[in-house]
């Protein structure tokens, strides 16, 4: 192992040293030996010291090469270290970062958790009560269906009832206005033999009137002139008795054949009236409904679609009024099955103006009329209607 160059130095110190000591001590006889013998020792401790020396340099150099070495690996490895130092830091920073919004992830997640309990208890709640309400809604139908049940057979048993009653009555009444036509046609005979008879009275006492005035004065010729005026009032008044007679057959007639075939003619009982209650400022389109319905025999009208539905086939009368709002204008038409027949028009030009329009059509089974919208905008009305639709059978 080599020694350091301070080491060598004190070891050649210690030595020179130890000499002079030695120097000292030896007697001067001895003295030039001994001198001859430290200069010849000197010059070997030169030579040696040179070498020492030169060593020294040069592991002096080397160190110093060393050094320079060592303190640029120092640099470097410090400006490592404080690159690993930043890097350390951004990445603390980074898996702080990432764990923070890791932690807000897992908040959010657990508040969402949250949220889907409360939903799915909320849902479950739910389910409960529509399971509940079904139960309910099916015990309500069962209860229906049972009501319905008891009241088709009460309606059937009424209805037999009623046909009974109507059959026994019809009966009575066919009896009736049999014995009655017999009695209108006994006394239409009878007139007719009053009719029969009364010319000939005429005729009979016109001779004996005549007779009279041939054989009385003026004054009774003025007599029997009333009494002819009396005769012809009485047969006046007996050919207008034989018509009301002749006519009241005829009637009881018809109402006789009419009860025989099943009753009265129902297309004669067909026809409505409806209309509007409520104001509507800004209607522009579609059908017009007149929900407040006043009169519907048959039930052709239907209040909640504004339509009429025709029960049978014959001839209508359609009539509507529509009222402006305000001092808007405003046509509507009457439809039958979507084809507009007549138009009417309310127009502006000072407040609440109306229009009106009628038509008469000729309708099939299942034909439909209704209002419908063509332009303008908004109608007015009351609680007592004044936008109406009315219609009827001829």
């Not at 209805?159 to 009555?169: A, F, H, K, Y």
Request: proline residues 1%; glycine residues 6%.
């Amino acid at each position: 192992m080599m020694k350091s160059p301070l080491t060598l130095l004190a070891l050649v110190v210690c030595l020179a040293e130890s000499q002079t000591i030695a120097v000292s001590e030896i007697d001067d006889t001895n003295i030039t030996d001994f001198t001859d013998n430290v200069d010849r020792q000197r010059g070997m401790d030169s030579v040696v010291l040179r070498q020492l020396l030169n060593q020294e340099t040069l592991i002096r150099m080397s160190l110093v090469k060393n050094v320079h070495a060592m303190m640029k690996d120092m640099v470097s490895f410090k400006d490592m270290a404080l690159s690993l130092q930043n890097e350390m830091a951004d990445l603390k920073q980074t898996i702080t970062d990432e764990m923070t919004k890791r932690v807000k992830d897992a908040r959010v997640l657990k508040r969402e958790i949250q949220k889907l309990k409360e939903m799915d208890r909320k849902l479950e709640e739910r389910l409960v009560d529509q399971n509940q309400t079904d139960s309910s809604l099916r015990e309500e139908l069962e209860k229906t269906k049972s009501d319905q049940k008891g009241f088709e057979i009460t309606v059937l048993a009424n209805q037999e009832q009623l046909d009974r009653n109507v059959s026994e009555r019809l009966s009575d009444i066919n009896v009736h206005v049999r014995i009655l036509s017999m009695s209108l046609i006994e006394l239409q005979r009878h007139a007719q033999q009053i009719e029969k008879t009364v010319p000939e009275l005429i005729e009979e006492k016109f001779q004996v009137v005549s007779q009279m005035m041939s054989n009385v004065s003026t004054s009774l010729l003025e007599d029997s002139n009333g009494t002819l005026s009396e005769i012809k009032a009485d047969l006046s008044d007996t050919q207008q008795i034989q018509l009301k007679l002749s006519s009241a057959v005829l009637s009881l007639e018809w109402f006789r054949n009419n009860i025989s075939s099943g009753g009265s003619d129902s297309k004669k009982g067909i026809g409505f009236t409806a209309g509007t209650v409520s104001d509507n400022r800004y209607w522009n389109s579609g059908k017009l409904v007149f929900s407040s319905v006043l009169y519907n025999e048959g039930n052709g009208y239907n209040p909640l679609t504004g339509v009429f539905t025709s029960p049978t086939q014959g001839f209508f009368v359609f009539y509507v009024t529509i009222n402006a709002y305000g001092s808007t204008t405003v046509y509507v038409d009457i439809v039958q099955n979507s084809v507009s027949k007549v138009r009417a028009l309310a127009y502006g030009s000072t407040s609440h103006q109306t229009g009106t329009n009628m038509v008469v059509l000729n309708l099939r089974d299942g034909d439909k009329v209704w209002v419908q919208f063509h332009s303008g905008q908004g109608y007015h009305t009351n609680s007592i209607p004044i936008t109406t639709f009315t219609g009827f059978m001829i």
